[in-house]
C-alpha cells in the first residue's frame, strides 16, 4: 500500500496565486493545492516582450513596460481580497539584467501594490528543476529551461543537491525577433555551451518552457500523434534533430501556415529550435521529454511540507480527482488493499511502476459514479486521458484511460482506438484485467469497505479463484458478481473458481 496523504483536509485544499514576469510573457496563474496535488484553475497571459530591446539597449522594452504593467494592475484587481502569503509573484532575467528594473519593480509597487521578488539566475534555474521534479518525482538528467533571454541548465540529483547554470540564450538575447542568422547563432550557442559540455552531458533532457512545448506540439502533428497532452512527451534525439533544422529554415510566412503554432512565437521558435539542436548534440541527448511545470510549480513544491512533498503525485491526484465529487477515499484503498495481491504476482510491463499504476487506478474506480450509466465508460476514459494529474508518461496516462473504461465496460476496446497506438497489446490487456478487477470489486462489495474484506483473489494454477469467508457466500457471490469474475478471468485468461 501506498502512503497517503492527510484525506480528511483534502476537501478544502487551498488556493495558491504565482505571477510570473518573464522576458517575453507576464502572467499568472491560480492553483488549487490538494496536498501534493496541483491543479490550474486559472491561467492568464500577457505576452509582453520585456525583453525584446535588451541586448540591444540593455533596457526594458518600452512597450513591454507599459504591457506588463497593465497586465500587472489587473492581476492585482483579479486577486483582490487574497492574503499577502498566499500570492507569489517573481521576475526573471529581463528584470534581474535590464539597467531600469529597479526603477520598474517600483513602479509596480506603487501602482499595484504587488512586492516582485527577482530571481537570480541559479535561483531560476534551481526553481525550474524543482518544477520538472514536481510534475516527475523520479526525473533523471538534465533540466533545460528556455526564457525569452535566458536559458537554464540544471543537473537532477534530487531536491537537496541541485545544480545549476544560466545562460544569455534566450531568442531575445539571441537576436529575436530579427530573422534568424544561423551561423552566427549558431556560433554564439556554441561558445556558451562549449565549457558546459561534459559538466551537463546527458542523454535525458527535460525541456522547460514555451517556445519548445510549441515544438512538441508541432512534432504532434507532423507525426499524427492521437494524443495532444504537451506534459511529458517525448521525443528521440533523432527526431529532435529533424525538428529542429526543419524549423530553423522556415521564414515567419513559413510559420504562420503552419496550424497549431503559438502566433505570438514566430519570431522566436527557430532560435529555440536552433538551442534545442546544439544541445542535443553537445550534451549527447537520447531523449527529450517534455514538462508543462517549471519555474511556478517550483515555487509551489518547495513551499510545500517536506512530508506533502515525499506522497506520490500522481495518487495523491486521483485521489483528489474523486475526493472533489463527494466521494469516500477509503473505497479507493480497500480496493487497492484487494486487487494487489492479483496484480503483484503478474509480470511487470511499466518497470518498477506497475502498483503505483495499481493504486492510482484504485483511487479512480468511481470517477464515473454521478455520470450517465450509458455514458460512464466513455466519459470516464476521456477525463482520465486529459486529467491535468501529474507523475505519469503518455503510455502510463493512457493504461489509466483504459482501465476506467473497463471499470464501467466489459467492451473490449476503449472508444478512442487510435490512442492504442501509445500501449503495447499486452498493456491493453493487462488495463482490462484491472479495470474489470475494480469492477468487480465495487459490484462485489456494494461499494461498503467492510463487505469488500469478507472477500479476495487469488490465482491458483490456471484459475482465477474468488473466495468468500465461511457464512458470508450468498451475500457476496451472486448473479451479477459471478458475471463480472467471468469477465475478470476471462481478461487474465484463466478459468474462473469461485469458493
Known amino acids: 500500500m501506498w502512503p497517503r496523504g492527510d484525506s480528511a483536509s483534502r476537501p478544502d485544499g487551498r488556493q495558491a496565486a504565482v505571477i510570473d514576469v ?99 539566475g541559479e535561483e531560476e534555474a534551481r526553481y525550474a528543476a524543482l518544477g520538472v521534479i514536481c510534475g516527475q ?35 531575445f538575447a539571441l537576436g529575436a525577433p530579427k530573422p534568424l542568422n544561423l551561423e552566427r547563432t549558431r556560433r554564439l550557442v ?27 506540439l508541432l512534432h504532434m502533428q507532423i507525426a499524427d500523434y492521437p494524443l495532444h497532452v504537451a506534459h511529458q512527451y517525448e521525443i528521440s534525439g533523432a527526431d529532435a534533430l529533424d525538428l529542429s533544422r526543419l524549423v530553423q529554415r522556415q521564414s515567419r510566412s513559413s510559420l504562420e501556415r503552419i496550424e497549431g503554432l503559438s502566433k505570438k512565437r514566430f519570431d522566436s521558435l527557430p532560435y529555440a529550435a536552433l538551442v534545442l539542436e546544439r544541445l542535443i548534440e553537445r550534451l549527447g541527448v537520447e531523449t ?10 517550483g515555487l509551489l513544491l518547495e513551499a510545500m511540507p517536506p512530508e506533502t512533498r515525499q506522497l506520490n503525485p500522481l495518487i495523491e491526484g486521483c ?24 496484480f503483484e504476482k503478474l509480470p511487470p510491463l511499466f518497470g518498477g511502476r506497475d502498483m503505483i499504476l495499481t493504486a492510482a487506478a484504485s483511487r479512480l474506480a468511481e470517477l464515473g459514479s454521478r455520470l450517465h450509466p ?43 482506438t487510435s490512442v492504442a497506438r501509445v500501449l503495447t497489446q499486452e498493456r491493453r490487456q493487462r488495463a482490462r484485467a484491472l479495470g474489470s478487477a475494480l469492477r468487480l470489486g465495487c459490484d462485489l462489495s456494494g461499494h461498503n469497505v467492510r463487505l469488500l474484506e469478507k472477500s479476495s483473489l487469488t490465482v491458483r494454477g490456471d484459475r482465477l479463484v474468488v473466495t468468500a469467508l465461511t457464512g458470508w457466500e450468498d451475500m457476496l457471490l451472486g448473479e451479477q458478481t459471478t458475471r463480472r469474475a467471468q469477465t475478470l478471468a476471462q481478461a487474465l485468461k484463466l478459468k474462473l473458481e469461485l469458493s
Not at 192 to 214: C, D, M, Q
Open 374 to 416: 450509458d455514458h460512464r465508460a466513455d466519459l470516464a476514459f476521456e477525463q482520465v486521458l486529459r486529467a491535468p494529474l501529474a507523475g505519469m508518461n503518455h503510455a502510463e496516462r493512457v493504461f489509466l484511460a483504459s482501465v476506467a473504461f473497463s471499470r464501467h465496460s466489459a467492451a473490449p476496446q476503449p472508444p478512442d
Open 137 to 171: 518525482p523520479d526525473a533523471e538528467g538534465v533540466v533545460g529551461d528556455l526564457g525569452g533571454s535566458s536559458l537554464e541548465l540544471v543537473r537532477l540529483n534530487g531536491m537537496a543537491h541541485i545544480e545549476g547554470v544560466t545562460l544569455p540564450l534566450g531568442p
Open 288 to 297: 527529450i521529454t517534455i514538462s508543462a511545470y517549471g519555474v511556478r510549480e
Open 22 to 120: 518573464g522576458s517575453n510573457s507576464v502572467r499568472l496563474v491560480i492553483y488549487r493545492v490538494d496536498g501534493r496535488a496541483l491543479w490550474t484553475v486559472y491561467n492568464e497571459k500577457v505576452v509582453a516582450g520585456l525583453g525584446k530591446d535588451l541586448t540591444a539597449t540593455r533596457r526594458l522594452s518600452p512597450e513591454g513596460v507599459e504591457a506588463a504593467i497593465g497586465a500587472l494592475r489587473r492581476f492585482r484587481s483579479v486577486l483582490d481580497g487574497w492574503k499577502a502569503d498566499e500570492v507569489t509573484a517573481c521576475a526573471t532575467a529581463a528584470v534581474r539584467e535590464a539597467a531600469d528594473g529597479k526603477a520598474f519593480l517600483k513602479r509596480i509597487k506603487d501602482e499595484t501594490g504587488l512586492e516582485v521578488r527577482v530571481l537570480s
Open 190 to 216: 556554441d561558445d556558451h555551451l562549449a565549457p558546459l559540455a561534459n559538466r551537463y552531458a546527458s542523454p535525458e533532457f527535460h525541456a522547460v518552457g514555451g517556445a519548445w512545448r510549441n515544438l512538441a
Open 319 to 342: 485521489e483528489a480527482l474523486t475526493s472533489q465529487r463527494g466521494i469516500s477515499p477509503e473505497l479507493g484503498h480497500a480496493l487497492e488493499a484487494w486487487v494487489a495481491p492479483l
